[in-house]
């Protein structure tokens, strides 16, 4: 199985920040990356596919990017209804496996 | 609109068998460009996929629950089933059916999920 792993584990950010989150495979899954944004109570969101490709009425100011076996997840400018765990997810091969997730809180 | 909505057990016990359904709707289980998957979370705990199925009946499961799931589909009722053997209170968890892309194998939209508690 295709481990993955986020850094940070968690952050603490305030509203208007730029906030970058860590995403690595254990082997190269090229651009078979997504990310989800989930927050409590709610079903996950997913908001970039196959690394970079924005899903439909996503904001702009969340972007992903890489390849290989290191991607990022920025957004650029964090806003009150950002506050919430974001997962990464591999889908070169099954069993797909997310990440253990980022949780990004209020400073 | 796409929809998808589990139903099932709120509670079970150990050593029985779980059975949920997801009733689909805004697509048919029949397009070869999608299909269904299985997602848990436990409380305070990360996502884990658990199994998949797509328009050719194609499977595919959890390495590690491989052994305890079977996942089955009737596009006439848009419907898929997941059972889960031999629960275990650590299976205590939120399950949620979602829709999967084949070409790119992301995962959109997702049921509300229905939590699921494992005790006697």
């Known amino acids: 199985d295709i481990q993955m792993t986020q850094s940070p584990s968690s952050l603490s950010a305030s509203v208007g920040d730029r906030v970058t989150i860590t995403c690595r495979a254990s082997q190269s899954i090229s651009s078979y990356l997504n990310w989800y944004q989930h927050k409590p109570g709610k079903a996950p969101k997913l908001l970039i596919y196959a690394a970079s490709s924005f899903q439909s009425g996503v904001p702009s100011r969340f972007s992903g990017s890489g390849s290989g076996t290191d991607f990022t997840l920025t957004i650029s400018s964090l806003q009150p209804e950002d506050f919430a765990t974001y997962y990464c997810q591999q889908s070169y091969n099954t069993p797909i496996t997310f990440g253990p997730g980022t949780k990004v809180d209020i400073k | 609109q796409v929809t998808l909505k589990e139903s099932g057990p709120v509670l079970v016990k150990p050593t029985e068998t779980l059975t949920l359904t997801c009733t689909v709707s805004g697509f048919s289980l029949n397009n070869a460009t999608m299909g269904v998957s299985w997602i848990r979370q436990p409380p305070g705990k990360a996502l884990e996929w658990l199994a998949h199925?797509?328009?050719?009946?194609?499977?595919s499961y959890s390495t590690s629950l491989k052994s305890r799931l079977t996942i089955s589909k009737d596009t006439s009722k848009s419907q898929v089933v997941l059972t889960m053997t031999n629960m275990d209170p650590v299976d205590t968890a939120t399950y949620y059916c979602?829709?999967?892309?084949?070409?790119?194998?992301?995962?959109?939209?997702w049921g509300q999920g229905t939590l699921v508690t494992v005790s006697s």
């Open positions: 199925i797509f328009s050719n009946d194609k499977k």
């Open positions: 979602t829709r999967i892309i084949a070409a790119a194998r992301h995962i959109d939209p």
